[in-house]
């Protein structure tokens, strides 16, 4: 399910145009204060998906244009703040951002039906959250996720509890030293609007780690690498997807970022 499923961590294939299009990333500009990410493609064939990203003056996400789906995501903002408090897409439909004192986001509703409801242990840290579905007029309780982080406030794990709190599985995760460019990204990546589980794993845009992930363990095995410029831009990333009982390679999904300097 391509909307608010959660299913956490299901490597959706993300973004992009034909294999003609796919430039060398390396061959890219030094980054600077003014570089920002502008596009990301996935896959190295034929009818592969894009994103094209756009900013407003404020160098914030403004726009993002799914060239698969023909959907174009569209923020709204409040005054200055950083982050949206409503996406509206044509396939995806709306989502919307409910956000505390100090710009936690408390509760996510949108998509096909959906809502996500967070509490904090302190700063800006998740503790927990809980997933609602619509059933008619009423919000019916689904699942509830339990997070632990360590010394560098990186997610590295979490529990998923169905609503009578029976624990259904636990995921694990390990970082690189590599930072985390897609932060910005995070709220456009609700119910994985833009396939990136495996680069932004569930609750990035909540969490908002300082590093990428290396390995993600839960239903599946999910083996990360990347590959960076002389600037240090990351323009490349792979993910190795394997059966954690066999070891068998389920999938592998690869993604090239673009930027644009002035």
């Known amino acids: 399910m391509r909307y608010f499923c959660l299913a956490l961590l299901s490597l959706a294939l993300l973004i992009v145009a034909c294999q003609k299009d796919v430039k060398d990333p390396n061959t890219q500009p030094p980054v600077n204060s003014d570089c920002m990410l502008t596009r990301i493609v996935q896959g190295t064939g034929i009818d592969d998906t894009v994103y094209i990203i756009k900013y407003d003056a404020q160098k914030r996400v403004q726009t993002i244009i799914d060239s698969a789906y023909e959907d174009t995501m569209t923020a709204s903002y409040t005054g200055n703040n950083k982050y949206p408090d409503r996406v509206d897409a044509v396939f995806a439909g709306s989502v919307s951002y409910t956000y505390d004192a100090t710009g936690n986001p408390t509760m996510v509703a949108g998509g096909i039906g959906n809502k996500v409801e967070m509490q904090y242990a302190s700063g800006s840290q998740l503790s927990t959250a809980a997933l609602f579905y619509r059933e008619n007029s009423t919000w019916k309780p689904s699942l509830n996720y339990k997070f632990r982080y360590d010394s560098k406030s990186n ?108």
């Open 155 to 262: 997610l590295v794990g979490f529990d998923e509890f169905n609503s009578s709190q029976v624990l259904r599985g636990q995921t694990q995760i390990t970082y690189t030293e590599i930072q985390n460019p897609f932060k910005d990204l995070s709220p456009y990546n609700f119910a994985n609007m833009l396939g990136m589980d495996d680069v932004l794993p569930a609750f990035m845009f909540l969490y908002k780690s300082q590093y990428l992930p290396k390995t993600i363990t839960a239903r599946l095995i999910y083996e990360l690498s990347y590959k960076q410029n002389s600037a240090g831009q990351v323009t490349s990333s792979v993910a190795t997807v394997k059966n954690p009982s066999t070891g068998d390679i389920e999938y592998i999904a690869t993604r090239y970022y673009f930027y644009q300097c002035k």
